[in-house]
């Protein structure tokens, strides 16, 4: 998995409580990017980084929080979980545009 | 809006056959496309690029093409192997510019049967 990987790989959790997922590679790519995937949507983009402090929004961005302080970690905040975050996230990276190298995901459900 | 159509049936054919997947894309003037594999607890892995002014790309038993008239794109894989059984997605670039934001497409799950 182009040296990325995500913590926790499992996680579940109950409504309203906070969830932070990490990122982290070890390619010392400059972009960074979580993604959603669910059954009928496919995989949308939360966020994405640029570099260290910058980030911004992807197509579903309502209810996370994103934070870049290193080049290798890229957290993913839910600030209050809603049983509509069950979802499978991946985390993903690239150097420049084009190819992106993807993680091994994280299930999270809300119950 | 911009839209990616992918189909949602999978694809069965028999070992050794084409596999031909389809991508068809709406409302969009991508500088390139991309396709992933997915396959099932996994996630997904990169196989091609094809930019707007390249008509076919190849990659060993892949091949890709790019119309741009037709807003389609088809993905083949000669002499199909049931290692090739996986879920195949197509990329575009978000909002019709060349950077590093995708938008994905559902995939089309191919099953290949010995």
């Known amino acids: 998995d182009a040296g990325i990987t995500q913590s926790p790989r499992h996680k579940v959790t109950e409504t309203g409580t906070p969830v932070t997922l990490r990122c982290h590679q070890t390619?010392?790519?400059?972009?960074m990017y979580w993604y959603r995937q669910d059954p009928g949507h496919g995989l949308r983009l939360i966020h994405y980084?640029?570099?260290?402090?910058?980030?911004d929004k992807g197509e579903v961005s309502d209810g996370y929080s994103v934070s870049r302080s290193k080049t290798e970690d890229f957290l993913l905040t839910l600030e209050s979980a809603t049983s509509s975050q069950t979802s499978v996230y991946f985390c993903a990276i690239s150097e420049g545009r084009y190819e992106q190298y993807f993680g091994p995901g994280t299930r999270l459900t809300v119950t | 809006s911009q839209k990616i159509e992918q189909n949602s049936e999978a694809l069965n054919i028999q070992e050794g056959k084409t596999a031909t997947l389809t991508c068809n894309y709406t409302n969009y003037s991508p500088a390139y496309l991309q396709w992933y594999r997915q396959d099932p607890g996994r996630g997904p892995v990169f196989l091609l690029l094809i930019r707007e002014n390249e008509k076919e790309k190849r990659k060993e038993r892949l091949k890709v093409t790019f119309d741009t008239t037709l807003k389609q794109s088809l993905f083949h894989i000669t002499a199909s192997q049931p290692a090739d059984s996986a879920t195949y997605l197509c990329a575009l670039p978000m909002n019709n510019n060349a950077g590093n934001m995708l938008t994905f497409g559902g995939g089309t799950r191919l099953m290949v049967k010995p």
């Open positions: 390619e010392n790519h400059r972009y």
């Open positions: 980084s640029y570099g260290v402090k910058d980030t």
